[in-house]
């Protein structure tokens, strides 16, 4: 069996909620996503939890801090099993490395975040004063210098990163969605697509986790990249 590429997104502060997502799903076919929600309401005993059901986690957690609070923050989580962790690229070189010193102590791989896929060009050139694509472009290249293990990134700078960084480098994508929805994501793309534009991992919350049946909708979405 293939590694799984699909990373299901539970985001809700209610327990039985979260525990009732989790049961549905299968490890041999994704990995968790603990975000801020879920883990500012439930903290390490759902990361654990997760963790002894057999699933791989990804802890995004976006530290973006001073580097030693980083790094203390990180080298905090050396009694869980993380996989993958989260940190913001525009917290400069220092708190990368930092970052990357503490994620190497704990065992996980340190995933740097370039640009919110909710922000538009408008949000860029107010937040940063450049355009969407400048701005992520100097944020690969700082992942670069560090020799980070991975970005987050919209599938639609999957193309940019893979000229930047290369296909060595973890490459995560949030804003799957299988059909046009509205909702508070704008740069989305469908699973298959982003996997062959060079995607490593897929997050996937809503369509999954808000789905009647969130079983069938992890199979459906695994289906739709190995498809024809």
Do not use: W
Not at 54 to 71: A, E, M, R, S
Not at 135 to 152: R, S, Y
Not at 195 to 208: D, Q, T, Y
């Amino acid at each position: 069996m293939t590694d799984p590429r699909i990373i299901v997104a539970i985001d809700t502060f209610d327990f039985k909620k979260a525990n009732a997502i989790l049961d549905q799903l299968n490890p041999d076919l994704c990995l968790v996503k603990i975000g801020s929600v879920v883990f500012n309401a439930l903290g390490k005993s759902f990361l654990k939890h997760a963790s002894s059901q057999g699933f791989k986690i990804f802890l995004d957690l976006k530290l973006h801090d001073i580097p030693n609070t980083v790094y203390e923050t990180i080298t905090g989580f050396i009694d869980c099993k993380i996989d993958m962790l989260t940190v913001h690229l525009s917290g400069g070189e220092e708190m990368l490395k930092k970052a990357m010193l503490a994620g190497k102590s704990i065992n996980t791989k340190v995933i740097g975040v370039s640009i919110l896929t909710s922000l538009e060009e408008e949000d860029s050139l107010a937040i940063f004063g450049k355009k969407l694509e400048d701005q992520i472009i100097n944020l690969f290249k700082i992942a670069v210098k560090v020799n980070i293990d991975g970005i987050v990134c919209s599938p639609h700078e999957l193309e940019i990163a893979n000229k930047i960084l290369g296909s060595h480098s973890i490459k995560i994508t949030p804003g799957i969605r299988d059909i046009k929805v509205e909702d508070d994501q704008a740069r989305t793309m469908s699973a298959k697509e982003a996997i062959e534009r060079g995607s490593s991992f897929l997050v996937i919350g809503r369509p999954i986790t808000q789905s009647k049946d969130i079983s069938q909708a992890l199979q459906n979405f695994n289906n739709s990249i190995y498809e024809n």
